[in-house]
């Protein structure tokens, strides 16, 4: 173990011991593997490599066989990090419970234009032919985001579903397009709170709904979303404020529990880009 340059590079900077057995642990799971499965070749980042020759190592000495390495370049994110959980920022987890699909899927829609080349090569099951199109016609109008929009769907699709990628796509028009009422309520509850993530958020009583409130009290009043009911009444005569998409027109217009999404949400819109979120309880 000493003698791997990857221990060796570390013993004058510090290496705890954690790090320094873990090789131990995953050259004793490949001898198992090779021992009691017949696994021969091991597949990893290239980080591991190190790891993984400790098992072809130990299967070696211990059980005369021969095993093999096979390791490729790690697949870094913008910052140089690896996709990994133990890693720093933002974690893409396969699992929905982890990252939402719709999160997963606005990730590999945000990615620059180079690593959506890089990422379509390796995560995609598309041609050369087919890449170098979606290359292409991403090089003629790229406000489009071809690449981008390839990726997200290919990755998507393949890691979750059809199904799933179709929702992404809506929810993504509810705030970046031209959602709909109706898509809105479509959504899970998950979904909608994953898709509203981190905007402001207020609660009112479910009886004060169920009683009926005033859009102009509701935005000004019972919440902060608008700072008094004069510049409520301006914003909705000037047709800045929806309420669950659908645009205000009357000042003096009402809610009540039919209009809650979900039968718990209110979704506020105020201007093109600012949301709030109101929680019925």
């Known amino acids: 173990m000493l ?16 790090e320094f057995s873990y090789q131990l642990l995953q050259g004793y799971d490949f001898y198992w593997l090779y021992k009691n499965l017949g696994c021969a070749v091991q597949m990893g980042g290239s980080d ?5 020759t400790a098992g072809c190592e130990l299967i ?3 059980a005369q066989g021969n095993a093999f390495a096979l390791t490729c370049p790690l697949i870094t994110k913008a910052d140089g990090t690896k996709f990994g959980k133990s890693e720093a920022g933002e974690k893409i987890w396969l699992d929905p419970a ?3 699909p719709y999160k997963f899927y606005q990730f590999w829609l945000n990615v620059s234009d180079d690593e959506a080349l890089k990422y379509l090569k390796v995560f995609s099951v598309l041609s050369q032919e087919e890449i170098q199109s979606i290359q292409a016609a991403h090089a003629a109008a790229p ?6 929009k390839a ?3 290919e990755v998507t699709v393949r890691v979750h579903s059809e199904a799933d990628f179709a929702t992404a796509v809506e929810s993504s028009e509810i705030l970046f397009g031209e959602g709909t009422t109706g898509a809105l309520k479509r959504l899970s509850e998950n979904d909608l709170l994953s898709i509203l993530e981190g905007v402001p958020q207020f609660t009112i009583a479910k009886s004060e709904l169920e009683q009926g409130i ?8 019972k919440t902060a979303i608008i700072a008094s009911k004069g510049e409520a009444k ?13 645009k205000v027109t009357e000042d003096s217009n009402a809610l009540g529990g039919a209009d809650l999404i979900g039968g718990r949400y209110i979704v506020v819109q105020k201007g093109k880009k600012n949301y709030y979120l109101i929680k019925v309880v």
């Open 3 to 18: 003698a791997k340059d990857s221990v060796q590079s570390r013993l004058t900077t510090g290496i705890s011991f954690t």
């Open 48 to 52: 591991q490599w190190g790891n993984i």
């Open 60 to 62: 070696r000495r211990k």
């Open 98 to 100: 982890m990252t939402s």
């Open 143 to 148: 406000h489009l985001r071809a690449l981008q």
């Open 151 to 153: 990726l997200a769907k």
């Open 214 to 221: 005033g859009i102009v009290d509701l935005l000004a009043v």
């Open 234 to 246: 301006r914003l909705i005569q000037n047709g800045g404020v929806f309420i669950n998409k659908t």
